[in-house]
Nanobody
Framework: QVRLVESGGGLVQAGGSLKLSCVAS????????MGWFRKPPGKDLEFIGV????????SVADSVKGRFTISRDNAKNTSYLQMNYLKPEDTAYYYC?????????????????WGQGTQVTVSS
């Protein structure tokens, strides 16, 4: 019922910045928690962070805290992942996710809707 489309991935040098966007459609955007996961090559899926429908309950994983910021613009039905001070280990396929009320917030099984993903590659 909900369609998520990511954009903004690409190549960036270590220390640089990149901003991912996720446009949602299919239901009232403000009713959805919007989150981000990533899948490094050959490694497990990793939770990045999530933000509540009105910007409440924002959380970011310790591995990216201080470097990554999640935000949303409900007027545009869009969530964002701002990534700063990127490291080679940030190289991964990044997924936008959504759910009405994910709990626990960091579990992939809690998110019903997933985008197609976008590749982020950080060169050293």
């Amino acid at each position: 019922q909900v369609r998520l489309v990511e954009s903004g991935g690409g190549l960036v040098q270590a220390g640089g910045s990149l901003k991912l966007s996720c446009v949602a459609s299919g239901r009232t955007f403000s009713s959805l928690f919007m989150g981000w996961f990533r899948k490094p090559p050959g490694k497990d899926l990793e939770f990045i962070g999530v933000i509540g429908g009105r910007g409440q309950s924002t959380s970011v994983a310790d591995s990216v805290k201080g470097r990554f910021t999640i935000s949303r613009d409900n007027a545009k039905n869009t969530s964002y992942l701002q990534m700063n001070y990127l490291k080679p280990e940030d190289t991964a396929y990044y997924y936008c996710v959504a759910d009405i009320n994910p709990h626990p917030r960091d579990q992939e099984a809690e998110y019903e809707y997933w985008g197609q993903g976008t590749q982020v590659t950080v060169s050293s």
